[in-house]
């Protein structure tokens, strides 16, 4: 009360605008600021009123925000960035190539890329026929030692990988590597404490900050810390360079201890791309079909538009139960304008939750729309069924964005060799 200038309880009912007895009132012990129905709605559930007073929202970005928090770093300006040398690198859970390629195109030489999947194996060696690339289980690769299926006496300077995001079972409130075996996390981190590179970077969905109320994140960040490497972390979109999409992914990026050198993100491009950018000219290819009465409801949409752009009738029809259910949604109906990157990607081109329709023709992107989209160059060819390719990009790190990541990790490098 002092704080405000306010002495005595006659000044905070002047203040209030209330007499002196409505303040006692309010101040007594047995005073309940609460409706009599709604402390009952408290009793019934169970919860505190402040647990409904407060949006779940706000709570829960409380909460994440204290479990962990994005790193505080400088940016350098990425494009006139050229590697001293080639610098040597390995990647775990490969995929098409989107990653490896766009590191291809910073500076890095790949010495062994590891992916199980047979069609993604096969799209690496139709398009780099000399690439080392390791189809097997990288758990297999682990455990008989990823340094067996390398070059002989090769330093690996840098390893790269997204696995996929998977839970703990926390038996304390610290964990060390053997306490997270049996994940695909175990893996990637034992490969780079088996190679101890000077560099490595961890990519993974915007999901993994949230994943377990943070605390996945956060034991990953303590494994690493452990390995002796310095850890940071940040949420980076695509858009941002070069890549006309929408697509956010988090990047881990260690550096060695011994290392003393801070890692700096790649600065934002002045230029963030658009569909109208990137879908000109584009090679004919396969692509997925709308069912007629699918297309005919999606020729109602405009560009940019979405569900809510329908008629009422042809709403509730089209989306079902989803239609009563809470949130935006969208992704439902959506047609994407010329005028804005696209939606992230998915597996599946057609899904009814996340629509990414053709902003002139009603369809969905085919194969090569899908791969411009995903920055990849009209030349690097998939292989599989239709299905497959479209999975196989759907999956894979933007191109472009890949090679600014990787500039930014070669600025790391080059400083190192001074």
Partial sequence: MEKRNIRTQSNLAERLGITKNQLSVILSEKSNPLKSNYQKLCDVLEVEPMDIIIPKAKLDKAQKDKVVSESQLDDVDVRYIKGKRPYHSVELFAGAGGLALGLEMAGFQAEGLVEIDKYAAQTLRQNRPEWNVIEDDIIKVS?????????????????????????????????????????????????????????????????????????????????????NYHVTWNILKANNYGVAQKRERVVIIGIRNDIDIPYRLPKEYDYKPVLRDVLQNVPESIGEKYPEKKRKVLELVPAGGYWRDLPEDIAKEYMGKSYYSGGGRTGMARRISWDEPSLTLTCSPAQKQTERCHPEETRPFNVREYARIQSFPDEWSFSGSMGQQYKQIGNAVPVEFAKAVGLSIIDVLNKAES
């Fill in 143 to 227: 455990e008989s030692g990823i340094r067996n299926y390398l070059p002989k006496n090769c330093e690996i300077d840098f390893v790269s990988g997204g696995y996929p995001c998977q839970a703990f079972s926390y038996a304390g409130h610290k964990l060390g590597l053997d306490d997270v075996r049996g994940t695909m996390f175990f893996y990637f981190a034992k490969i780079i404490k088996d190679l101890n590179p000077k560099v490595f970077l961890a990519e993974n969905v915007k999901g993994l900050t949230t994943h377990d109320n943070g605390k996945t994140l956060q034991t990953m960040l303590g494994i690493y810390e452990s390995m």
